[in-house]
């Protein structure tokens, strides 16, 4: 799993943290009951404040992506949900299409240039 921060970003650096988890899980790189790296030795891999890896790793607590476990670190809890709003976007999008007469591979070309 890549653990790619960007430092200049406006994103805030525990969002990023918490982003690489949520991609790590959605890509199959972290399996639920996995263990996460230790929040001391991920923030020096990252050149960030350990109060910044704990803080993502709260978030994604609060979510239910992780779980806590005295003595054992954060694991993986869960898989990553689809987000409905995306879901819905993405079912008006196909539907829109459709309309205009637009196929599967022509949806995805539309989708790859403003990725």
């Given at each position: ?7 200049m970003s406006r994103e805030l650096l525990p969002h990023q943290v918490a982003r690489c988890v949520r991609q790590g899980v959605a890509a199959g790189d972290l399996a639920v009951g996995e263990q996460l790296p230790p ?77």
């Amino acid at each position: 799993m890549r653990w790619v921060i960007d430092h200049m970003s406006r994103e805030l650096l525990p969002h990023q943290v918490a982003r690489c988890v949520r991609q790590g899980v959605a890509a199959g790189d972290l399996a639920v009951g996995e263990q996460l790296p230790p929040a001391a030795e991920l923030a020096e891999a990252l050149e960030v404040d350990r109060n910044t890896v704990l803080a993502a790793y709260r978030q994604l607590r609060d979510e239910g992506l992780l779980e806590f476990r005295r003595g054992r670190g954060a694991r993986v809890a869960s898989a990553v949900p689809e987000p409905s709003s995306v879901l819905d976007a993405a079912q008006a999008l196909v539907a829109e299409a459709r309309r205009y007469g637009l196929g599967q591979s022509d949806l995805v070309r539309l989708i790859e240039r403003l990725m």
